[in-house]
């Protein structure tokens, strides 16, 4: 691909493989309802999804049915919410920032909603008005804030925000063990510690109308700026000579990153490797076009994590495993398969 192709590329008319996205998700889907520590038949669950959204009337057991709507569903439906989210994270910030390695905790969030959430659930800040949701959010939103004053007042590009994300994560690292060392028990260190590595475990529907508008608006927002992500891929002064305006395209994307991945860690933790590998692996499938890469990474993400979070509950019998440590069982040696495969490339 050129800077020419750049200038005259649309997104194409969405055809066959929009049909084939959803399908895909809808299997999965069905896949993280139907698939756990207690397997459900098939018919079962479809019978109670008929009934919660269509009003059916088909006789279900009442266990099966709260499992099924009130735990299964709403946890695999902020797992793919996540895992598009990071996905997109990561394609919008390796585009952007042009660096291979760049992932959506690259800009300090991850940490500082880890923060946050010891925060609250530690020192007792909001005075229980905040949940750890909550409290992670703000962490975010403020680590954020943080790294983009940083870069900003060191000349406001690239390097410099990757080199401030750095500072800020191992700032707000450092806070984080400091608090739990200083005031946590023995019992809250373990629950902060866990829900760190990533925890599906407590998601319910509340969770889900956070997650999903938050992937949508984000998946929306990246779909509007593939031309530009595009230009973006052949440097800033190429995306300047294609008219775009650097300053605003740059703004709302990293904005739209910063919302999706703080929203997604507030929800479930740290889970890495999502934002990292999912976008490589699909550039290899589908090309660096990112009128094709966005939307497949987003799949590609959503239907990751949802396998991640099958493999999480029924790995070890009786004992739930944290995401992140699946994800990053697959992840490092998959990233590492794809440094190889693209050595020569680059």
């Given at each position: ?9 649309r ?5 066959w ?53 009130n ?22 910030l ?29 020192l ?22 943080l ?50 590595l ?10 889900v ?26 440097g ?15 703004g ?47 799949l ?46 680059t």
């Open positions: 691909m050129t800077v020419a192709t750049v200038r005259s590329y997104p194409r008319a969405p055809g493989r929009w049909i084939l996205a959803g399908s895909l998700l809808t299997v999965a889907i069905l896949a993280g309802v139907i698939i756990g520590e207690m397997p459900l038949p098939p018919d079962t669950v479809l019978a109670v999804l008929a009934n919660k959204l269509f009003g059916a009337g088909y006789p279900v057991d009442s266990i099966n049915a709260a499992i099924i709507w735990y299964r569903m709403p946890r695999t439906l902020v797992a793919a919410a996540c895992g598009a989210g990071l996905a997109l994270s990561g394609v919008v390796q585009a952007l920032i042009r660096n291979a390695l760049a992932d959506p905790y690259l800009l300090g969030v991850s940490a500082g909603a880890s923060t946050g959430a010891v925060a609250v659930t530690i007792g800040l909001g005075g229980g008005a905040l949940g750890l949701s909550s409290g992670a959010f703000a962490g975010a939103l403020l680590a954020f804030g790294v983009a004053a940083l870069a900003r007042a060191a000349g406001g590009g690239p390097a410099q925000l990757v080199l401030a994300g750095i500072a800020g994560s191992q700032l707000f690292n450092a806070l984080t063990s400091f608090f739990i060392a200083r005031s946590a028990n023995a019992e809250q260190a373990r629950g902060i510690m866990f829900w760190l990533g925890n599906l475990s407590g998601v319910r529907w509340p969770d109308s956070l997650a999903a508008p938050a992937a949508l608006i984000g998946f929306l927002a990246c779909l509007w700026h593939v031309r530009a992500l595009d230009a973006f891929s052949f800033a002064q190429s995306a300047a000579a294609l008219g775009i305006s650097l300053r605003r395209v740059q709302v994307l990293i904005g739209t990153t910063t919302l999706m991945t703080a929203t997604m860690v507030s929800l479930v933790g740290s889970i890495g490797f999502v934002g990292l590998v999912v976008p490589h692996a699909m550039r290899f499938a589908v090309g660096p076009r990112h009128g094709r890469l966005v939307p497949w990474s987003a590609a993400g959503a239907v990751f994590l949802i396998a991640a979070d099958i493999v999480s509950r029924i790995l070890i019998p009786g004992q739930v495993v944290a995401i992140g440590v699946v994800t990053a069982l697959v992840g490092a040696p998959g990233f590492a398969l794809i440094l190889i495969r693209s050595r020569g490339r």
